[in-house]
């Protein structure tokens, strides 16, 4: 298995090709149980609100490459991408981020949603013979590297 940083320009483009297709897929998914976003800013607020943002390194290549500047080494206690409760990395967030909705008739329609599609990811990373990491966020912005 190779490492995202071993792959050619080409293939790393195709990869997150695949990742942004996946994307869009969740996206029609999540929207279909028509979750309100109460923008409240909780999803990007980690230690306030009890959670870990966990991506795999197939997403954090398509973070990296095309995500707002951010300052490191980055506090795990929050989102660096959170700016006035807003994402301002909105088109490149996580499959963890797109699946988080603070609405009470969303509860419990995230998590099938969210192992499908990881299933996917890592059945992208099988086909494309590259490691699979999963990590929390912070661990991939610090390292500034889809490769851990």
């Not at 609405?103 to 499908?116: F, L, Q, R, S, V």
Request: hydrophobic share 35%; proline share 6%.
């Amino acid at each position: 298995m190779r490492k995202i940083s071993d792959l050619t320009l080409k293939e790393r483009t195709r990869l997150q090709q695949q990742v942004l297709k996946l994307y869009d897929s969740a996206d029609e998914e999540i929207h279909s149980h028509k979750p309100v976003c109460l923008a409240s800013g909780k999803c990007c607020r980690f230690a306030e609100y009890g959670h870990t943002l966990f991506l795999s390194n197939l997403e954090a290549e398509v973070l990296l490459q095309h995500a707002p500047s951010f300052s490191t080494p980055t506090d795990a206690s929050f989102c660096p991408f959170q700016v006035e409760k807003l994402c301002n990395a909105r088109e490149y967030r996580p499959l963890g981020c797109r699946v988080y909705f603070c609405d009470p008739n969303y509860a419990g329609k995230a998590e099938p949603i969210t192992e499908h599609f990881l299933a996917q990811l890592k059945s992208i990373s099988e086909e494309e013979q590259v490691q699979w990491q999963y990590a929390p966020l912070h661990r991939f912005l610090d390292a500034r590297s889809p490769d851990l």
